[in-house]
């Protein structure tokens, strides 16, 4: 018996083609590029690649290569091509949005500018204007970040660099400046300058990786950490009568006549201020301290510094001031 024109005594090749003659089940057939084997019948044969555009098909349980139908030719994602899509706007336009919108897709087009996009409560999506009252925040949202204006719309809210954390730790990148009182009763960590120019009163710890400098009267009752210390506590009083505010020590500099100096009405638990006759003639022209809010100084309304050069120091406990 022969195989492929192998005499008897021959051996078959072991190297030989896919489709060759030597297959019982395969149509010979050289490689061209772009060919596949195919299925045809009880045999296999090379289908040849067909023209540009076209695509692999059945037919009668065969493959061809067919023409695109006229219904799978080119078309815009919004038309009658598509039973769901409405046909209303077939383009796209720049910033356009495909929404649905009852039970077809249909193009929303970009809204003005400053417009935002909402629902209007009955499962439609709009572009309208923000109106008094609605805010929006530039994203992206950082957890725990103060939120501050953008702009003087009152409408968008922008991150700032300050973080409160859910323990109550106020956090801050840059300088901490208050222009009036401060009081913190948790942790405050300025990353660079803390700047206050009222009365401070810090009752956790406290770290300020830069200068402290507070204009009026500091009281930390924590731990303070910083990497200088500036108090600017000191005022001088040329006139005969003073109210006293933010500053620790007053030096009573007015001459020639008796002087009033005013405690505040209004002050923190352990606020100080020392009082000292800087014109050094208290003795013939007195300094009266007086206490304003109908509060007393260790009982009474007033007490007077008679002595040239000498000063008094006043605290105060919550109920009075006390003579320190």
Same mark, same amino acid.
């Given at each position: 018996?022969?195989?492929?024109?192998?005499?008897?005594?021959?051996?078959?090749?072991?190297?030989?083609?896919?489709?060759?003659?030597?297959?019982?089940?395969?149509?010979?057939?050289?490689?061209?590029?772009?060919?596949? &084997? %195919? #299925? @045809? +019948?009880?045999?296999?044969?090379? *289908?040849?690649? =067909? /023209?540009?555009?076209?695509? $692999?098909?059945?037919? !009668?349980?065969?493959?061809?290569?067919?023409?695109?139908?006229?219904?799978?030719?080119?078309?815009?994602?919004?038309?009658?091509?598509?039973?769901?899509?409405?046909?209303?706007?077939?383009?796209?336009?720049?910033?356009?949005? &495909? %929404? #649905? @919108? +009852?039970?077809?897709?249909?193009? *929303?087009?970009? =809204? /003005?500018?400053?417009?935002? $996009?909402?629902?209007? !409560?009955?499962?439609?999506?709009?572009?309208?204007?923000?109106?008094?009252?609605?805010?929006?925040?530039?994203?992206?949202?950082?957890?725990?970040?103060?939120?501050?204006?953008?702009?003087?719309?009152?409408?968008?809210?922008?991150?700032?660099?300050?973080?409160?954390?859910?323990?109550?730790?106020?956090?801050? /990148?840059?300088?901490?400046?208050?222009?009036?009182?401060?009081?913190?009763?948790?942790?405050?960590?300025?990353?660079?300058?803390?700047?206050?120019?009222?009365?401070?009163?810090?009752?956790?710890?406290?770290?300020?990786?830069?200068?402290?400098?507070?204009?009026?009267?500091?009281?930390?009752?924590?731990?303070?950490?910083?990497?200088?210390?500036?108090?600017?506590?000191?005022?001088?009083?040329?006139?005969?009568?003073?109210?006293?505010?933010?500053?620790?020590?007053?030096?009573?500099?007015?001459?020639?006549?008796?002087?009033?100096?005013?405690?505040?009405?209004?002050?923190?638990?352990?606020?100080?201020?020392?009082?000292?006759?800087?014109?050094?003639?208290?003795?013939?022209?007195?300094?009266?301290?007086?206490?304003?809010?109908?509060?007393?100084?260790?009982?009474?309304?007033?007490?007077?510094?008679?002595?040239?050069?000498?000063?008094?120091?006043?605290?105060?406990?919550?109920?009075?001031?006390?003579?320190?």
């Amino acid at each position: 018996m022969a195989f492929g024109g192998f005499g008897p005594g021959s051996s078959v090749p072991n190297s030989h083609e896919i489709l060759g003659i030597i297959h019982s089940d395969s149509t010979a057939h050289g490689v061209t590029s772009g060919d596949i &084997i %195919v #299925g @045809s +019948g009880s045999t296999w044969t090379a *289908l040849g690649i =067909g /023209a540009e555009s076209t695509f $692999l098909t059945s037919s !009668g349980g065969v493959p061809i290569w067919s023409n695109l139908p006229a219904d799978m030719d080119s078309h815009n994602l919004l038309s009658a091509r598509h039973s769901d899509a409405a046909t209303t706007s077939t383009a796209p336009t720049n910033g356009g949005l &495909i %929404v #649905g @919108s +009852g039970g077809v897709w249909h193009q *929303l087009v970009a =809204g /003005a500018a400053g417009q935002v $996009l909402e629902s209007n !409560g009955s499962g439609e999506l709009l572009w309208s204007s923000p109106t008094t009252g609605t805010v929006s925040a530039t994203l992206p949202v950082v957890d725990n970040a103060l939120a501050r204006w953008d702009g003087a719309t009152g409408t968008l809210l922008q991150n700032s660099e300050v973080l409160v954390t859910d323990l109550g730790a106020l956090t801050a /990148a840059g300088a901490i400046t208050a222009s009036g009182d401060m009081i913190s009763l948790a942790t405050l960590d300025a990353r660079t300058d803390l700047q206050v120019a009222g009365v401070t009163r810090l009752e956790d710890a406290v770290g300020v990786a830069g200068a402290l400098t507070a204009s009026g009267v500091a009281t930390v009752v924590g731990n303070l950490t910083t990497s200088s210390l500036i108090i600017h506590s000191l005022e001088i009083v040329p006139g005969a009568w003073h109210l006293l505010g933010a500053t620790e020590l007053a030096v009573i500099t007015s001459t020639g006549a008796a002087k009033q100096v005013v405690l505040p009405a209004s002050a923190s638990i352990g606020q100080k201020y020392v009082i000292k006759d800087g014109a050094g003639d208290a003795a013939a022209f007195s300094i009266s301290v007086v206490a304003s809010g109908g509060a007393t100084i260790d009982g009474f309304a007033a007490i007077p510094i008679v002595a040239d050069y000498s000063s008094l120091g006043f605290v105060w406990n919550g109920t009075e001031w006390n003579i320190v």
